[in-house]
T-cell receptor, first 114, second 112 residues
Framework: KAGVTQTPRYLIKTRGQQVTLSCSPI?????VSWYQQTPGQGLQFLFE???????NKGNFPGRFSGRQFSNSRSEMNVSTLELGDSALYLC?????????????FGPGTRLTVL | QQQVKQSPQSLIVQKGGIPIINCAYE??????FPWYQQFPGKGPALLIA?????SEKKEGRFTISFNKSAKQFSLHIMDSQPGDSATYFC???????????FGTGTRLTVIP
């Protein structure tokens, strides 16, 4: 079974621009969660989507948004980029059933904001 | 504030040693405690997970010990190998909620 895939793997943007990252979950998984990983703040939860609906949201500004499509693929968008948005953005997929928590991470997208 | 506290920040052991990584939490609603292993340039990989109804879980060379009353849990790596050199993260969540709260990570180096 193929794992979680994320595209692109690397991105360089400048302040003020916006960016869209993509995530394809493991086949059969309906939940997609996004995390930001930085050396200073570690791994922080952004949001989770299940059946095209945002089910949970972390403590990030409204510049961070996401969506999920009917095939469970997900995108996250960051508008008006700031230098502090430079990070590894990780996507994790899971079955999404309430009794299961196991999440499987993709390789991440390394975003650099100049 | 950090919901899950992890220590040590870094750890160096000889091959065959037993590194121990500790985590503590405050939120008693947490009932799912996974450990992840991350190599440079890769995403975290689920290693082993435990729920509070058991005090210990073993999978291969990896063991989680869980102390519910102390709100602490730890990872032991038996017979550590150089290939175990990676960053290890503990995490916590409530059942059905996929927002994992991660510890700050422990960089493990196993010397041959």
């Amino acid at each position: 079974k193929a794992g979680v895939t994320q595209t692109p793997r690397y991105l360089i943007k400048t302040r003020g621009q916006q960016v869209t990252l993509s995530c394809s979950p493991i086949s059969g998984h309906r939940s997609v969660s996004w995390y930001q990983q930085t050396p200073g703040q570690g791994l922080q939860f952004l949001f989770e989507y299940f059946s095209e609906t945002q089910r949970n949201k972390g403590n990030f500004p409204g510049r961070f948004s996401g969506r999920q499509f009917s095939n469970s693929r997900s995108e996250m968008n960051v508008s008006t980029l700031e230098l502090g948005d430079s990070a590894l953005y990780l996507c994790a997929s899971s079955l999404g059933r309430t009794s299961h928590n196991e999440q499987f991470f993709g390789p991440g997208t390394r975003l650099t904001v100049l | 504030q950090q919901q899950v506290k992890q220590s040590p920040q870094s750890l160096i052991v000889q091959k065959g040693g037993i590194p121990i990584i500790n985590c503590a939490y405050e939120n008693t609603a947490f009932d799912y405690f996974p450990w992840y292993q991350q190599f440079p340039g890769k995403g975290p990989a689920l290693l082993i997970a435990i729920r509070p109804d058991v005090s210990e879980k073993k999978e291969g060379r990896f063991t989680i010990s869980f102390n519910k009353s102390a709100k602490q849990f730890s990872l032991h790596i038996m017979d550590s190998q150089p290939g175990d050199s990676a960053t290890y993260f503990c995490a916590a969540a409530t059942t059905g909620a996929n927002n994992l709260f991660f510890g700050t990570g422990t960089r493990l180096t196993v010397i041959p």
